[in-house]
């Protein structure tokens, strides 16, 4: 994959990081930080994918095959994922606190995944998070 599809990966991710920092719902900011780093690992595998693999592979373990020094980050999201389909489902809720911390992980991640890419850093805004609540 050329550098112009992993950077507009990045500054898409970049911005799922923004909409997570501003979102009013714990669960939206769940979501949200869950797709900042989704589009960060697809910036990363999608060069790497094989003419015949199929499309819905799961790209957690393929980020852990293309990036082994990811694997963690692969593992902790690949839980995430669970975690949210069981927040957009409604058989779990989410609280405040969890919903902040995936956001400040998949912040880092996204960090890292721009470093190993050797991709120009964004520029680091001041963030603040908006007051959130837990949702029903």
């Given at each position: 994959m050329g550098a112009?599809?992993?950077?507009?990966?990045?500054e898409q991710s970049r911005q799922c990081l923004a909409e997570a920092y501003a979102?009013?719902?714990a669960a939206a900011r769940y979501v949200t930080s869950q797709d900042a780093a989704m589009r960060a690992a697809a910036a990363l595998v999608a060069g790497?994918?094989?003419r015949g693999r199929s499309s819905r592979q799961d790209l957690w373990?393929?980020?852990?095959?293309?990036?082994?020094?990811?694997g963690e980050w692969a593992d902790f999201f690949a839980l995430a994922a669970v975690r949210r389909q069981e927040i957009e489902s409604r058989t779990a809720r989410v609280s405040v606190r969890e919903a902040d911390d995936l956001l400040r992980?998949?912040?880092?991640?996204?960090e890292a995944v721009t470093?190993?890419?050797?991709?120009?850093?964004?520029?680091?805004?001041?963030r603040r998070l908006a007051a959130a609540r837990?949702?029903?």
């Amino acid at each position: 994959m050329g550098a112009a599809p992993a950077l507009a990966l990045l500054e898409q991710s970049r911005q799922c990081l923004a909409e997570a920092y501003a979102a009013e719902l714990a669960a939206a900011r769940y979501v949200t930080s869950q797709d900042a780093a989704m589009r960060a690992a697809a910036a990363l595998v999608a060069g790497h994918a094989r003419r015949g693999r199929s499309s819905r592979q799961d790209l957690w373990p393929l980020l852990a095959n293309q990036a082994p020094e990811l694997g963690e980050w692969a593992d902790f999201f690949a839980l995430a994922a669970v975690r949210r389909q069981e927040i957009e489902s409604r058989t779990a809720r989410v609280s405040v606190r969890e919903a902040d911390d995936l956001l400040r992980a998949a912040e880092t991640f996204v960090e890292a995944v721009t470093v190993t890419l050797g991709m120009p850093r964004g520029e680091r805004a001041a963030r603040r998070l908006a007051a959130a609540r837990d949702t029903a």
